[in-house]
């Protein structure tokens, strides 16, 4: 019974989101792979996958096509991968906004892959190779998303693999998108490019769309992450920031005017942190600086010679210092105390409280 039980205990401890997504994409996979055997290998399938030349036919591909992996090896590296990371992403954001980036990275990383290869027929007017003969599937968009996530929220967490290789979490998406690069050049277009959409795709959401509903600074809901952490050029060597820099800044500035991108309310000093709990941070920081900044005036007026000014009626005086008796001051005569308190009368101290009276 134990045995049984476990199972059904692990199933009920994944998210929602985590969990039905995992096992659409079992279930689509094996139905794929299952018509593959009963058909031609070469047929693409283009109501389960995205064909450039039969997707407007098919829309529901633009969302779907991510649950098809097309080999078994494909598939057990997005089960090893995928469903853990979105685990962690779904407590973190909740359900909601968890589907949100899933349908936005892989949806809109279809569209401009669709885009992209209408453009290279129409430059080429070779529509078997680049309308009929590519299709994109799987979720290696959605690996670079959620690699982008995990930069944002964890840059500096190192990971290692094969039990020497350590590296950054941050280091990450560009090692994939580097090889996603590679292979798109050697020709392997179909599905690698994909990953350089969902790179750029995922960024721009986190950056300016995904809604932070764990925090609200100033009083407003705050989107996105515009922290310089998390900017564009972030992601390149410092000797391109100087051509980056400011084609970010243009694109960014007409987005705005034409209300592309949302308004990202509150406090521009909060710096638009994902992380939960970051405006209750933010507060708790200023209000730290202002103490501090409170303490070190009354020091510095203290010490200043308008400091020996009678102080005012509404300032509340320290309690005098009152040191304990020592046993063997104690034991000492009187005489001992007399002698003292007319040295000090002598040398005219006579702003300093006297401890020993």
Same mark, same amino acid.
């Given at each position: 019974?134990?045995?049984?039980?476990?199972?059904?205990?692990?199933?009920?401890?994944?998210?929602?989101?985590?969990?039905?997504?995992?096992?659409?994409?079992?279930? @689509?996979?094996?139905?794929?792979?299952?018509?593959?055997?009963?058909?031609?290998?070469?047929?693409?399938?283009?109501?389960?996958?995205?064909?450039?030349?039969?997707?407007?036919?098919?829309?529901?591909?633009?969302?779907?096509?991510?649950?098809?992996?097309?080999?078994?090896?494909?598939? @057990?590296?997005?089960?090893?991968?995928?469903?853990?990371?979105?685990?962690?992403?779904?407590?973190?954001?909740?359900?909601?906004?968890?589907?949100?980036?899933?349908?936005?990275?892989?949806?809109?990383?279809?569209?401009?892959?669709?885009?992209?290869?209408?453009?290279?027929?129409?430059?080429?007017?070779?529509?078997?190779?680049?309308?009929?003969?590519?299709?994109?599937?799987? %979720?290696?968009?959605?690996?670079?998303?959620?690699?982008?996530?995990?930069?944002?929220?964890?840059?500096?967490? %190192?990971?290692?693999?094969?039990?020497?290789?350590?590296?950054?979490?941050?280091?990450?998406?560009?090692?994939?998108?580097?090889?996603?690069?590679?292979?798109?050049?050697?020709?392997?277009?179909?599905?690698?490019?994909?990953?350089?959409?969902?790179?750029?795709?995922?960024?721009?959401?986190?950056?300016?769309?995904?809604?932070?509903?764990?925090?609200?600074?100033?009083?407003?809901?705050?989107?996105?992450?515009?922290?310089?952490?998390?900017?564009?050029?972030?992601?390149?060597?410092?000797?391109?920031?100087? @051509?980056?820099?400011?084609?970010?800044?243009? @694109?960014?500035?007409?987005?705005?005017?034409?209300?592309?991108?949302?308004?990202?309310?509150?406090?521009?000093?909060?710096?638009?942190?994902?992380?939960?709990?970051?405006?209750?941070?933010?507060?708790?920081?200023?209000?730290?600086?202002?103490? %501090?900044?409170?303490?070190?005036?009354?020091?510095?007026?203290?010490?200043?010679? %308008?400091?020996?000014?009678?102080?005012?009626?509404?300032?509340?005086?320290?309690?005098?210092?009152?040191?304990?008796?020592?046993?063997?001051?104690?034991?000492?005569?009187?005489?001992?105390?007399?002698?003292?308190?007319?040295?000090?009368?002598?040398?005219?101290?006579?702003?300093?409280?006297?401890?020993?009276?």
């Amino acid at each position: 019974m134990a045995v049984l039980q476990s199972p059904i205990t692990f199933l009920a401890s994944i998210p929602t989101v985590t969990r039905y997504f995992t096992l659409a994409t079992v279930i @689509v996979s094996l139905v794929h792979a299952w018509l593959q055997w009963n058909s031609d290998r070469t047929k693409l399938f283009p109501y389960l996958v995205l064909v450039p030349g039969s997707s407007l036919f098919y829309p529901w591909t633009f969302v779907t096509s991510a649950l098809v992996e097309e080999t078994i090896w494909e598939l @057990v590296i997005t089960i090893i991968t995928i469903p853990p990371t979105l685990r962690y992403l779904e407590r973190l954001w909740g359900s909601l906004e968890t589907f949100k980036f899933i349908v936005a990275t892989v949806c809109v990383s279809n569209i401009i892959a669709f885009g992209f290869n209408w453009i290279e027929f129409v430059a080429t007017s070779n529509a078997d190779l680049f309308l009929y003969g590519m299709n994109y599937h799987g %979720q290696m968009s959605l690996q670079i998303g959620v690699l982008v996530a995990f930069t944002q929220l964890i840059p500096e967490h %190192q990971v290692q693999f094969l039990g020497f290789l350590k590296m950054r979490v941050k280091s990450l998406p560009m090692i994939y998108l580097t090889l996603s690069t590679v292979m798109t050049i050697l020709g392997f277009q179909s599905p690698w490019i994909i990953i350089q959409f969902g790179w750029f795709v995922s960024w721009i959401y986190l950056r300016f769309y995904k809604k932070n509903s764990n925090d609200t600074v100033g009083g407003g809901q705050t989107y996105g992450d515009r922290s310089e952490t998390f900017s564009l050029v972030s992601w390149f060597p410092p000797f391109t920031h100087v @051509v980056l820099g400011p084609g970010g800044n243009f @694109v960014y500035k007409w987005a705005s005017k034409f209300h592309l991108i949302p308004s990202h309310g509150g406090d521009v000093e909060s710096g638009f942190n994902t992380t939960p709990g970051s405006a209750r941070a933010e507060a708790e920081r200023r209000r730290a600086m202002a103490l %501090q900044a409170l303490d070190q005036r009354l020091a510095h007026t203290n010490s200043s010679p %308008q400091s020996a000014a009678p102080v005012s009626a509404h300032t509340p005086r320290p309690p005098p210092a009152v040191a304990s008796p020592r046993p063997e001051k104690a034991a000492a005569t009187n005489e001992d105390h007399l002698s003292k308190a007319s040295a000090d009368s002598v040398d005219g101290d006579s702003g300093r409280p006297d401890v020993d009276r």
